[in-house]
């Protein structure tokens, strides 16, 4: 029932900009904890971009630092990314921390992924 649809990837140029958006929907959250943004580049392992708490706290790796921008808005969790560059280059999943009851532990939840080409 949980769903979380990423959208906004595709062909960029190197230096151009593309905001990615995920969408959560399909049930009800008693609280999330994280909302991230990991990414896979071709033939390597997932790895996080960017993460923001329930609180607005935010983190990013290293390699997004001053490019890339995480927020939140109610359902929707963004990522903007500036300056991109051709290792930028991967399937970017949203992914959110979160309980769906008042007793049970949090689960993870992810979405399907978009892919994101930086290219000239």
Sequence with gaps: QVQL??????????GGSLRLSCTISGSVFIDIYAFDWYRQPPGKQRELVAGITGGGSTNYADSVKGRFIISR????????MNNLKPEDTAVYYCHILAKTTDYGP?????????????SS
């Design 5 to 14: 649809v990423e959208s906004g990837g595709g062909l960029v140029q190197p």
């Design 73 to 80: 808005q109610n359902a929707k969790v963004y990522l903007q």
């Design 106 to 118: 949090p689960g993870d939840y992810w979405g399907q992924g978009t892919q994101v080409t930086v």
